[in-house]
């Protein structure tokens, strides 16, 4: 008998690895991230396969820094306890701004939104929040440091699109997310990303 089990629970490490064995990435620093797969390293990008995730979200007004913060505070405070709950959330990793250009249908939108690594998630006081779920899917990424301006997503974002038209990848061409890692006050390390999602 224990010669017929070692084989299969050999089989079933290697082709079913446990899902609580995924360690977050060191630009994470010690705090919970959304789970991915890297399924190809390119020049310049990775190709990552995310699960699903939950996340808070508002809506602001544009990519300027002022902007960006008065989104981020309300979305800090919300996991201070500022919730139907009084429930305070433990803040995780990344914040990530998302942009979807005009097209001929609408306007500019731009939003920003905090990762929630517990899927039960308090109702928010404030109505402007919103709780979101992304699902599962196929993310284009690219990386770079320092302190992360407007204008370097916005170049990042092009510079990555360059590069996955170079590579054939079919793309959301009018949406980017631009994922920051690191506290304001952090001022070496610093890890940022922009992502574009496969279609």
Known sequence: ????????????????????????????????????????????????????????????????????????????????????????????????VSVKEADSIGERQVSISVFQSDTNIPDPNDETIRKTVIPGSTVYVRSFGGIASDADAL????????D??????????NKFDAAGYDAPWDLINRHNEVWIHAL
Request: charged share 25%; net charge negative; with cysteine.
């Open 1 to 96: 008998m224990a010669r017929t089990v070692a084989p299969f629970l050999l089989v079933v490490l290697i082709f079913f690895p446990c899902a609580g064995c995924w360690e977050a990435p060191w630009f994470c620093h010690g705090r919970e991230c959304p789970m991915y797969t890297v399924v190809h390293e390119y020049e310049g990008f990775e190709e990552r396969i995310y699960d699903t995730s939950h996340w808070i979200t508002t809506d602001i007004a544009s990519t300027d820094r002022d902007d960006i913060s008065e989104g981020f505070w309300k979305l800090y405070y919300f996991n201070q306890g500022e919730n139907k709950e009084q429930r305070e959330i433990p803040m995780t990793r990344p914040v990530v």
């Open 164 to 173: 996955l038209k170079a590579a054939g990848k079919q793309f959301d061409e």
């Open 155 to 162: 170049d990042n974002a092009q510079r990555l699109k360059a």
